[in-house]
């Protein structure tokens, strides 16, 4: 499990450094002195063939309001694939449905969230009683702490009934 989570942020590592490298020639603005943070909120579980969603939340620390765009990547774990709507619409997704890249416009104020909104299916071939990880990266060229820029989140397959597409919603 070890080889498979360090194998994954690899995975995840090279394509923000690909993203990243992409998105900073069209980045003019001087950076500010910002801290951008990840929140850790693991979407609620979904039965076989349900959804879910995550919510991929980034705060600034500060001081400084964000001078450039910031950027989201969220991998989702093999049994999970992402579909639209996404929120913002400026999310991007790979052919294959498990890598997601949201870009939030300069301006976040110290003290405040972005939170891209991510539908994830869950496959109909997935045991209930499944657990699996994804993971979220922010990256911005404001970040004076790179860090604190990845997070977890956790995924729960629950049986049919039980998950959150499932419920009644009052």
């Known amino acids: 499990m070890a080889l498979i989570r360090t ?18 020639a069209a980045t003019a603005a001087a950076p500010s002195d910002s801290d951008l943070l990840l929140v850790r909120l693991d979407p609620d579980p979904a039965p076989p063939g349900g959804d879910t969603t995550v919510h991929a939340v980034v705060a600034n620390g500060g001081p400084d ?3 450039s765009p910031i950027s989201v ?3 989702l774990p093999a049994g999970f694939t992402a579909h639209g709507p ?7 997704v790979s052919a294959v449905g498990h890598l997601v890249r949201c870009t939030f416009p300069p301006g976040l104020r110290y003290g405040q969230v972005a939170t891209a909104l991510i539908p994830a299916r869950v496959d ?3 045991p209930p009683g ?15 702490d790179p860090a604190d820029n990845r997070a977890p989140i956790g995924f729960r397959v629950s049986r049919a009934g039980t998950g959150r597409s499932q419920r009644s919603h009052r």
């Open 124 to 126: 109909p071939a997935v």
């Open 130 to 144: 499944t657990t699996a990880e994804g993971q979220i990266v922010a990256f911005g060229p404001d970040d004076r």
């Open 86 to 92: 996404y929120f913002p619409s400026s999310c991007t």
């Open 73 to 75: 990547v969220i991998a």
């Open 65 to 67: 309001r964000t001078a």
């Open 7 to 24: 194998a994954r942020w690899t995975i995840v590592t090279a394509a923000v450094a690909a993203l990243t490298a992409a998105g900073t």
